[in-house]
């Protein structure tokens, strides 16, 4: 293998990295050892005086380390000597004799920001795809090659822990700001800059850099007292952002602060043996095995290979212009990039649904995602109509109208009477059988349903449901323009719910049975929340709205029966006028579009007394378990197409603990017998919806697992 290759040019040695027959550049066991052994011809070659580092990737530094390659080592003593060895090779680029400069464009993530860390000086491009950072904690590692000590000397110990515990990336200028980088340019004369720099840095020698941080630096970050305030406000906000589930940035906390506190040597040791007890955590394989999954998943268009190809998409309509409808607009003009219509009944609708959808650009604007060029390019990207004037050049058009079936048909013939022959008709429905309501279709090969989740701008999943003429055509289509907007995508069978919220209802209906009972909002939503949720399924429901939850729990009801019988909770709620977050009334109190605590007139309106009627256990138990039953009814009857998409889709839906696998993963942790004797027990004391499915049944007999073991 020959990853490098070097051009000489003025006594300036310039080493491109180019990994063969990959799309980005990995730190691999065998590139380490080329990398080794390109240091020692360049530092016995008198001709060099200085080295330039770049990659020949068109978008990609260097994307880190080989995951795949420490994913096979199983001992925690393998894991330290391989990060033991990353730190040992930086090092001995660090102390190289000759100024080595890093000129970085694209991706230089995790293992490549180390190495550029322990390179001399860094430069950067100003292009959106050059981005920098340290992501090891979203695998649940900690940055082992040294970015633990060498990050926190360059910028400070603050701006370090804001990159390391949170596996931030920033972009070039951002970069340059905090010091990472010492230049940022266009890309078109990154190499030139270089190269100029390393021929000065030869020359001259390496700049002096000043502390950074001014006096709120020298206060904390170069205080000694100070940093144990920072470090005690650190672990503090790790602790409530994380709810102590994931270990790993305590442990990269652990690193920085023995470096900067105990010296060099004591970091690196506190480094490499925490990437060793990290690795080899349950926590970490947990989402590694989730990295995988959702690599893997890019590459699934939901057919099988070679059956279709997808279709340009470069023009939308969007019917409904109300949150959701708006949040696919804007979506779809600020991720990928295509003309969008907007249609609604009356103008005023039609405003109000652009001014949100222009509110995503003006929010991606002010977190410096997009350039002001680019908003305005965006922008113009938006219009609206109270017709269907421009339906006719569409390549695809999304519904996003009232969650009923004859208004969805009805809206379906409008459509196909004013667009194009080929035109791909999506609805975004969260429960109705897209089979249903393709019944009147002319060209029912174009219709799909593509299932967003709230807020659209926000939530990473899209669920693409084929009804049953759907053409394989149209399915890669939509997943793949779902993908272009920058969703994880997951293609489901057409069943009442889909997926996520087939598992999702019997969760919530479970909540407002424990609130019926008297159990507090509080305690309810704190359990779950401990559990790992991102928020209790009580918050949930006021995010989602009580309008939506009741029309979506009467359509699985009518479909499954008792077992998802919904509480009469929202009912009675409903009827004093609360929909939720939306309208400022639900379970809880809103100011300005922020909760401010449970709203008590709930209990009295329902002539609840809140109690502390269920233990902790009970509770989680209920809850949990119930998501856990209708996954493996769900699973049962082939609504996902594996067992991986059914735990990504829990994951990126609804929230599901990443550390917990998915719900599938956590059955096979648990074992099927287990969750089987937990539902029973259930069964006896709540009632016959908790009755075990009977595949769980059949697998608790006979050691069947959802993944090989």
């Given amino acids: 293998m020959t990853a490098f290759t070097i051009a000489q040019t003025d006594g300036v040695a310039v080493v491109t990295f180019d990994l063969v027959d990959e799309p980005v550049n990995k730190l691999t066991r065998a590139v ?45 003593a393998d894991l330290e000597i391989l990060s033991r060895g990353g730190q040992e090779m930086l090092q001995r680029l660090a102390d190289f004799p000759k100024p080595i400069i890093a000129a970085i464009h694209g991706a230089c993530l995790g293992g490549g920001l180390e190495l550029a860390l322990a390179c001399h000086y ?31 000397k360059l910028i400070g110990l603050r701006a370090a822990l804001d990159i390391i515990l949170a596996g931030k990336s920033v972009p070039g200028p951002k970069a340059q700001k905090l010091g990472i980088v010492d230049e940022c340019v ?8 270089a190269v100029g720099a390393a021929q000065r840095l030869a020359a001259s020698g390496l700049p002096r850099r000043e502390p950074r941080g001014g006096l709120a630096g020298l206060l904390l970050d170069r205080n000694p007292l100070g940093r144990q305030l920072v470090y005690r406000l650190a672990r503090n906000g790790v602790l409530k ?25 004591e970091g690196y040791a506190v480094e490499h043996r925490k990437f060793g007890e990290l690795a080899v955590g349950d926590v970490s394989r947990k989402l590694v095995q ?38 696919i607009a804007g979506t779809a003009a600020s991720q990928a990039e295509v003309t969008v219509r907007l249609r609604d009944t009356e103008w005023s609708r039609v405003g109000k649904g652009l001014r949100a959808a222009m509110g995503i650009l003006e929010g991606r604007l002010k977190r410096r995602r997009i350039t002001r060029y680019e908003f305005d390019r965006q922008a113009a990207l938006l219009s609206g109509t109270t017709d269907y004037t421009g339906f006719q050049r569409a390549d695809l058009v999304i519904e996003a109208v009232f969650e009923d079936l004859e208004v969805k048909r009805n809206v379906l013939r409008e459509v196909e009477a004013a667009a194009g022959p080929d035109t791909i008709f999506a609805t975004n429905t969260s429960t109705i059988p897209i089979t249903s309501i393709a019944e009147p279709s002319r060209r029912p090969g174009r219709v799909v349903g593509m299932h967003f989740f709230s807020p659209v701008e926000k939530m990473p999943l899209l669920e693409v449901i084929p009804a049953g003429r759907t053409s394989p055509e149209t399915i890669v289509t939509a997943v793949h323009f779902g993908r272009k907007l920058g969703k994880t995508v997951i293609v489901v069978r057409d069943h009442p719910g889909f997926w996520v919220n087939r598992i999702l209802t019997p969760y919530l209906n479970e909540a407002g049975r424990l609130f019926e009972e008297g159990t507090p909002i509080e305690m ?21 709205g009580f309008d939506v939850a009741a029309k979506a729990g009467k359509v699985m009801h009518e479909a499954f029966g008792a077992r998802l019988e919904p509480s009469e909770v929202i009912a009675k709620l409903m009827a004093d006028g609360r929909t939720g977050r939306k309208s400022g009334k639900g379970f809880y109190h809103y100011h300005e579009g922020h909760k401010t605590g449970p709203d008590e007139r709930v209990y009295d309106l329902l002539g609840i007394r809140p109690q502390d009627k269920h233990s902790p256990e009970t509770i989680e138990q209920r809850l949990v378990y119930a998501m856990l039953n209708e996954a493996a009814l769900a699973q049962a009857e082939g609504v996902i197409r594996s067992a991986r998409d059914g735990d990504i889709g829990a994951i990126f839906g609804i929230g599901f603990p990443p550390f917990r696998g998915g719900p599938l993963r956590m059955m096979d942790d648990l074992g099927a017998a287990r969750v089987v004797l937990v539902l029973q027990g259930l069964t006896a004391q709540f009632g016959p919806r908790f009755t075990p499915a009977p595949r769980l049944v059949e697998m608790a007999a006979s050691g069947e697992r959802y993944y090989p073991a």
């Fill in 241 to 265: 952002k994380t709810g102590g589930h994931y270990p790993a940035p305590f442990a990269a906390l652990e690193a920085v602060r023995a470096g900067l506190e105990q010296g060099g040597p």
């Fill in 32 to 76: 380490r050892t080329e990398f080794e052994e390109v240091l020692a011809r360049l530092r016995a070659d008198d001709k060099v005086r200085a080295v330039v580092f770049r990659s020949g990737k068109p978008d990609s530094f260097i994307a880190g380390a080989d995951i795949e390659e420490f994913r096979r080592l199983q001992t925690q």
């Fill in 290 to 327: 989730l990295f995988f999954a959702t690599t893997q998943l890019k590459k699934d268009d939901g057919v099988p290979p070679g059956t279709a190809a997808p279709r340009a998409v470069e023009r939308i309509g969007v019917i409904g212009s109300g949150f959701m409808g708006a949040g």
């Fill in 122 to 152: 860094r430069i950067a491009t100003d292009h959106p795809k050059t981005s920098l950072g340290l992501p090891e904690v979203q695998l649940g590692l900690l940055p082992g090659a040294g970015g633990c000590q060498r990050l926190p």
């Fill in 186 to 193: 266009p890309p078109s004369i990154l190499r030139r800059t």
């Fill in 524 to 544: 309810i939503d704190r359990v779950m929340t401990r559990f790992g949720f991102p928020v209790g399924p009580i918050a949930l429901l006021d995010e989602v």
